[in-house]
């Protein structure tokens, strides 16, 4: 009998044994539970990072293309009332924008454009002639994985010449 219960405990495990696997996996699977987790948060605030800056992209080409604009009502004169510019129902940049932009709000991306007063190139007003630029920035906002508000700045000055 002794000789059957020696080949018995050669090929079982011990009690002791079992105890340490399932501390190692006690300590193990939380740790990597964790990592996993901050994983696809960081995957996530990148896939909406990309998003909102494929529509701050978007709209910032707009607003070049309608500074460079001969028709009327657009070019780089058309920034000088950016509520106007902006808001028009029909024709404003946000109505347009909005087939491109359903997208996007529909995930909780927003944006804003922000349109600055004459300047001249180095950002200064002086009140001359000389002051022909504006700076256009597009700010698109989007909500983090772990809570809050991440945004995505996009700007670009612009001249009137």
Known sequence: MARVFRKMSLNAFTLLECV???TVLAVAV???LSWVDDS???RADAINASRATMLGTAVMEHVLADVASTTAGQGATALA???TYLDTASTGLVARMSGVSSY???L???YTVTIGSLTAFDGVSRGGAGDVFRLVTVTVSFPAA???????PISTR???L
Do not use: E, F, H, K
């Open 20 to 22: 340490a696997v399932i």
């Open 30 to 32: 939380p740790a990597t």
């Open 40 to 42: 696809a948060s960081n």
């Open 81 to 83: 009332s950016s509520s």
């Open 104 to 106: 996007y709000t529909a």
């Open 108 to 110: 909780g991306i927003t």
């Open 146 to 152: 772990r809570g809050g508000t991440l945004t995505v």
């Open 158 to 160: 612009v001249a009137a």
